[in-house]
């Protein structure tokens, strides 16, 4: 069965650090571009960072560069969004995405989603 299942989210105090991990069952993450997007309450969903499925070009959205990393590890089929230096503005529901091809041969594949809360 095909599933994608975040984990890792919580609370943090302003400064903090989670890591945040996607399990991949029944895809392989290594043929799939990956991103991470989040979604805060009455917000459009973002793009935070995105790893190619060669593994050898990343994205950060300005508002994260230099405090988030994403990185995957093929043999446990798991992708990581480590996340430091945490700030209020990145309180939200973090998913992450596998995609790949265009069209009719597109394939989208998303997790239930973990919320991260950084507050003090």
């Known amino acids: 069965q095909l599933q994608l299942v975040e984990s890792g989210g919580g609370s943090v105090l302003p400064g903090g650090s989670l890591r945040l991990s996607c399990v991949a069952s029944?895809?392989?993450?290594?043929?799939?571009?990956i991103s991470w997007i989040r979604q805060a309450p009455g917000e459009e969903r973002e793009r935070v960072s995105c790893?190619?499925?060669?593994?050898?070009?990343?994205f950060f959205a300005d508002a994260v560069k230099g405090r988030f990393a994403i990185s995957r590890d093929v043999a446990k089929n798991t992708v990581y969004l480590q996340m430091n230096s945490l700030k209020p503005e990145d309180t939200a529901v973090y998913y992450c995405?596998?995609?790949?091809?265009?069209?009719?041969?597109?394939?989208?594949?998303w997790g239930q989603g973990t919320q991260v809360t950084v507050s003090s």
């Open positions: 995405n596998f995609h790949q091809g265009v069209g009719a041969y597109e394939s989208d594949y």
């Open positions: 029944g895809i392989s993450p290594e043929r799939y571009d």
């Open positions: 790893l190619s499925s060669s593994g050898g070009s990343r």
